[in-house]
């Protein structure tokens, strides 16, 4: 990607194809666009990054929002929150950040460091953390390959602060989440600190490329004859995934979800409409915490965790998030695989489907 | 006090007294005493500091531990807690600390800084924040004269570590209450960082040589024909506090006591001994959060926060700590006035009966 190609008038097409990655979680990222969109007017679109255009010694910081998505759209961003974060944490090396990466492209983490960027005048990498979205701090590519969170700035809307320095990413999100219920559920983040070399050499590679052009192809599909078809001949195409299938065709029958430990977790259960989709069967079970994490036909887990599995709608392939799916809506469900660092051993340790309790061995998704 | 007049063998006394004016909370001094004498035995004890003697730009910090007492006995001190945490606090000011003021002088909070003085060669200030024991962050005489509890640093046994930054100190304590919390509920911290005047002008003078007076009058009164009232006599002499009285004589009857919000909460009622003491009466009521809180005698408050209500053992004068409340005990109720920077209109606002929900107007304790 050549520099400063993500423009304003690009913004909704990224937060749709955000959505689509955040695979039902990663926040809303309406917000997050709406931000984004008065940054970029104000100050101008920020440079863009390729990765291997990064200098190796250069400082990069992970900007994120942690919190409830529910909290999100009440207790909205003042907008000086991640400039102060990410001034904290300069202060706190004593070095300077050359450029901002997302901590997840999935939901509205994909726009923060933009509406920043064009804020500081910083540039914003063509990458991210995990080419999805997940729950927890120490569950993305950096950490799986001893790039640590911490020291880590958290910041709320009255600009309280945290420094967190631990060696140990569990602690590091164990302390983050602590701070973040006594703090109102929505803070956010400057964490990973990085040199250019290790952001090279851990993170996932053109999300942001990627999350654009999935989202105009939602956004042109209303002319194919199958959004859904085109929407996973796209998928195929970017060379960070790669491999996408349609895995069922069905009618939302159940929602069971509950709150528990600060997320969203529960299942979906789906009947069939016109043969189930790709694998056939008659029934589908998606279970979720935030992220959908595997999908069940007929009592066989067809996608599981890390690969992405999206819901979306049937007829225009728009991504429904977790806490929007209802009794009755007509959908289909996409699998996507996920990105290749994200399908290490390390990976599965962290975030495969024994780190989520589920009884599956990790098989990564076929295009057929 | 001259310097350098806190030996290692005025150790044993000084945890005593510092127990007394726990008023019931503060931590059993017991593992700080050791942890201290360990330390000057190794070390040499620290330079003792009167406030008065402290120059004006030198800066200034508490130390203390935060969290639950039980733990304190379970989680021990490792010893290089207090030492990272004043040295984070440190770089993060970009200045030395010259000299440790413990946070409060009752329980064993007021051994730890002794502990810390002797480890690194840094004076310790014959002063505290409080003169007595609260559980809270912001219940001192710092705060409420305007030195801010942060940046602070909070430590736990690992070296996991926070700095809190906010001009909010009841936002501080919910902060380090969270992290604490997550953290095993025994962390150690390095907090009001404060210039010497500062100190000079908000703290509790002489309370390191008044839990030293105390405790060596609990320890030399066992010849007095009865100790409680050698007690208070050696009370109404120490300027800090200066007024002291025997409120009750009783026996325990009932001990309502449970954990709510982290913090030890409850009752304890006494049937009177011998005419009930000085103010007569027939049965006492002794509320406590950590700390006693108000003393009722026949349905009248006779002592109340921030005033100190001590229960001690009628015939030893030992004092009796919260958790070692039991039924049947034989005790007496030492009432002592609060220091007088504890009994201003900002005093009351932060920890007078109203700040406990206790309906009440705080008149001083007297003589007689």
Redesign the interface.
Known sequence: MAQNDIRLEDLPDLARGAALLGAGGGGDPYIGRLIAEQAFAEYGAPTILSPVAVPDDMLICAVAALGATNIQMEKLIAGNELPHAVH?LER?LGKRVGALIPAEIGGSNSLLPLMLGARQALPVIDADGMGRAFPELQMNSFSINGVRAGPLVVVDE?L???????P?DT?AE??T???A???GLRVYLSCFPMTGKQMRETAIHGTLSAALAIGRALGNGNGAVSPVDHLVDVLRDIPTYGHARALFDGKIVDVDRRTARGFSVGSCRLDAIGGGGGNGGSQAVISFQNENLSCDIDGRIVAVTPDLICIVDRETAEPIPTPQLKYGQRVRVVGIRAPERMRTPQALAAFGPAAFGIDATYTPLTCA
Not at 161 to 166: G, L
């Open positions: 904290v706190y009255h309280n602060t945290a420094i967190i320095d631990t140990d602690t164990a302390m989440r602590a701070l219920i006594q703090m």
